[in-house]
């Protein structure tokens, strides 16, 4: 077949398929996007035909079962049946030890305000020093009306978190209080405490940084971290020395490894030590070797330095050098949620990165507004810092000097005095960690059948990250003795009393 007569032959086969392309309904309209399409743009058309192509493929494909594993044994419906009734899950929690059910059966219920002097459920009026009522806020009728206003005015809570249409103009007044009181350019608020530095810290610290803690630091620190994914390296609790050991380690590890980021997390006054870190060495290590610092004020904010600012007031440190500053607004202040302050790239960061800012509803007006209250006050009365601290030397007196069996290990200006067992008497009755607790339990028991309220510190995990034979740190069972402004000194003395008669009859008891 020569080439005219086969050009002829697929001219006829192409105007017979297109006859019966034009019989089809909405066949010509096709036909013109195709035209004009393929003059206008022909890639636009081959890839098109290519994906039509490809859908009908995929639709006439035909269907395939998955090949079964060998060695797999075939079970009945009755054999699986039965399985599934012989099949226990593991439980949620570990079951409670009797320790633990009589210590929840004599739990103290406060009804009504928890003030300096608190009335039970069973009746009884007792001494309350085992909440953070450290300046009696919560009795302060000036921050009660401001709350009840703001209540009236905004409603409960805000129904939103905070970059959702739940920041309120309340919110901003505080955050900015917060920052013109530590002297830092920016503050955020978040609506519960706790979750503050477990959100900040991996909002900055991811996988493959460096987070250098202190082994004795809160759970909320130690939450944070694992959130954070980040590598951990522990140092010995307090100790700068070690801590630059670490840092040196940390930076001659990573020198010829690609820029990370680093951090040093620890607490200014700390919770399950009562103790104060050295800031300015702290400080002075972190530049040198070039680290982030957060650090955590929960328990410190409004109680160290003259006007309640914190570590940073208290030990003469401008508050610019610290990256990152935690507080709690449920603390002394007597309100709810925390804080964090620093530089305003960093807050406006966790603005958009931080999951308790993120996801959680923001804080209620009213306790925002409290908080912004009980600030002014402290800052106008600074008289009650001072008080404070006349009635927590009221209460050591009566229990480190003149007491045999125990010393307060809490440093001088904590209004949370831990006190714990001195070490030879522990050694002279070769007592383990449980012995310990137990009596001090009984110590809390018996107090509080002398009308005082107390509590006792409680246990917590070990150490993330590190193995079982380098948990050499764990926190020492102790009374916690919260004191307050709303006591007289009398009152405070009268209390110190009570608790020191009961170690020693407690401790005599079990002799």
């Known amino acids: 077949m020569d080439w005219h007569l086969l050009r002829e032959a697929v001219s006829g086969r192409l105007d017979q398929a297109n006859l019966y392309a034009h019989q089809v309904p909405g066949s010509s309209i096709a036909l013109r996007y195709i035209k004009s399409s393929y003059q206008n743009d022909p890639i636009r058309s081959a890839i098109e035909l290519f994906l039509f192509l490809f859908a009908v493929r995929y639709l006439l494909r035909p269907s395939y079962s998955v090949p079964k594993h060998k060695g797999f044994v075939k079970l009945t419906e009755d054999e699986i049946d039965e399985l599934v009734e012989e099949w226990t899950p593991e439980p949620l929690v570990t079951a409670a030890t009797t320790f633990q059910e009589a210590e929840l059966e004599k739990r103290p219920v406060i009804v009504g305000p928890t003030g300096p002097k608190s009335k039970l459920a069973n009746g009884r009026t007792v001494i309350n020093l085992a909440s953070s009522n450290f300046y009696n806020f919560v ?31 309340v919110h901003i007044k505080t955050e900015a209080d917060i920052a013109a009181h530590l002297g830092v350019s920016d503050c955020i608020v978040y609506a519960q405490a706790f979750s503050t530095i477990t959100s900040v810290i991996p909002a900055f610290s991811k996988r493959g940084d460096i987070i250098v803690v202190d082994k004795a630091v809160n759970f909320a620190i130690r939450k944070g971290i694992q959130l954070s994914r980040s590598t951990v390296r522990w140092f010995q609790h307090n100790d700068m020395t070690d801590l630059q050991r670490v840092l040196q380690q940390v930076t001659k590890e990573q020198a010829k490894k690609p820029l990370t980021r680093r951090f040093i997390v620890t607490e200014a006054m700390f919770e399950n030590t009562g103790t104060m870190v050295d800031l300015p060495e702290l400080i002075d290590l972190k530049e040198r070797y070039k680290f982030r610092l957060i650090l955590d004020e929960t328990s410190s904010y409004g109680v160290l330095g003259r006007t309640g600012r914190g570590l940073t007031e208290h030990q003469n440190v401008d508050p610019t050098h610290v990256d990152t500053i935690i507080g709690s607004l449920a603390g002394a202040l007597c309100a709810s949620g925390g804080f964090s302050a620093g530089s305003h790239d960093i807050v406006e960061h966790q603005r958009i990165s931080s999951s308790a800012y993120t996801y959680s509803a923001a804080l209620p007006a009213m306790m925002a507004t409290a908080a912004s209250e009980s600030l002014s006050i402290l800052q106008e009365s600074t008289e009650l810092i001072v008080q404070l601290r006349e009635n927590i030397r009221t209460l050591r007196v009566q229990l480190d000097p003149r007491s045999e069996w125990v010393r307060c290990v809490s440093c001088i200006d904590n209004p949370v005095q831990l006190v714990s067992l001195k070490a030879d008497v522990i050694a002279s009755r070769n007592m383990n960690l449980e012995e310990q607790t137990v009596l001090l339990q009984e110590v809390v028991d018996e107090a509080l059948a002398n009308g005082v309220l107390i509590t006792r510190l409680k246990s917590m995990p070990g150490a993330l990250g590190i193995a079982a034979k380098d948990q050499t740190w764990q926190a020492s069972p102790a009374l916690k003795v919260c004191l307050t402004t709303g006591l007289s000194k009398k009152e405070v003395e009268k209390a110190g009393v009570t608790i020191r008669h009961a170690i020693t009859k407690v401790v005599n008891r079990r002799k």
């Open 139 to 169: 009795a302060n009728e000036a921050v009660k009306e401001k709350a009840l206003q703001t209540l009236h005015s905004y409603g409960v809570g805000p129904c939103g978190p905070p970059g959702f249409y739940g920041t309120q103009d």
